[in-house]
């Protein structure tokens, strides 16, 4: 994705930052404002790439709700709004996670609000908006310029800054694949464990393979991952202590976790699935 792309979301999102939470969910960290932006330029990333790729691979233009971002009350039950300029016939979600991330990540209760579930990998590097802003020139044209009239600056340590700065690159973006959650319907309503794998450490299991409910408060969910992996391996591990590999500490709340292996990615798969859509 080029810095037009970063443009179109970094305006999109900007509506919607004032309306967000400043807390996460689950936690106490407040996030000001501009954090607010910034997450969700990253966010909403992979809804730009989706788009692209669906029409340079398949042909399909896809528009996404990008454009319909605004108060939490106006948001869309599918990040897909249409198809070849008709409204679709699935509601689809879009998620972007880290380049190397291997969790589709559903929280709270948004398993219920939507069909398909995508999942699309961006690599965005921590300096991401900086380097946006001066591609477009608005640190050299505003901030230093501004800073050089009224004498703040010299002209030598605007240079200097200017340099020190990282220059914009193209973000890279690979679709990893879709959740069909109608596969899954059953199980979803008994909000269980459907399928986990792992390693067994000393008191510690490391989660590789996960597709079914977490909660990271929920005993419940916890004994049923423990009970699943004493009887796939024949030890005793209650009382052991669980993570995911990859993943610090889940927000306090209901989440929907799908490992990326049970993604459906073949080029069959998408054209079965862009049929429906």
């Known amino acids: 994705m080029n810095h037009h792309d970063y443009l179109e979301v970094a305006v999109r999102t900007l509506r919607l930052a004032p309306y967000l939470r400043p807390t996460d969910y689950g936690t106490a960290r407040q996030r000001d404002l501009g954090q607010l932006w910034t997450d969700a330029i990253r966010g ?12 340079e691979k398949f042909g399909i233009a896809i528009e996404t709700g990008l454009s319909e971002l605004g108060p939490l009350e106006e948001f869309l039950p599918s990040d897909v709004i249409k198809v070849n300029n008709r409204p679709p016939q699935l509601k689809v979600s879009i998620k972007t996670t ?29 300096e991401h908006f900086i380097a946006f802003l001066k591609a477009i020139s608005v640190i050299r044209d505003k901030i230093l310029a501004t800073a050089l009239q009224q004498g703040i600056i010299s002209e030598k340590e605007s240079e200097e800054i200017w340099n020190l700065l990282p220059d914009f690159k193209p973000i890279p973006a690979y679709i990893v694949g879709y959740f069909d959650k109608r596969l899954y319907i059953d199980y979803i309503q008994s909000e269980d464990v459907i399928e986990v794998d792992g390693i067994i450490g000393t008191r510690n299991i490391t989660v590789r393979k996960y597709l079914g409910y977490w909660h990271p408060e929920d005993n419940r969910v916890k004994e049923s991952v423990l009970a699943r992996l004493e009887q796939k391996y024949g030890t005793k591990i209650s009382g052991y202590k669980i993570r995911f590999e990859g993943i610090g500490d889940f927000s306090k709340t209901k989440h929907f976790v799908v490992s990326s292996g049970f993604l459906k990615r073949t080029e069959r798969d998408w054209r079965e699935l862009l049929a429906q859509l």
């Open 98 to 126: 880290k380049l190397r991330g291997v969790w589709l990540d559903i929280p709270y209760k948004q398993i219920d609000h939507s069909d398909i579930f995508i999942l699309v990998r961006v690599g965005v590097a921590r």
């Open 44 to 55: 909403h990333l992979g809804e730009i790439a989706f788009a692209k790729w669906i029409s």
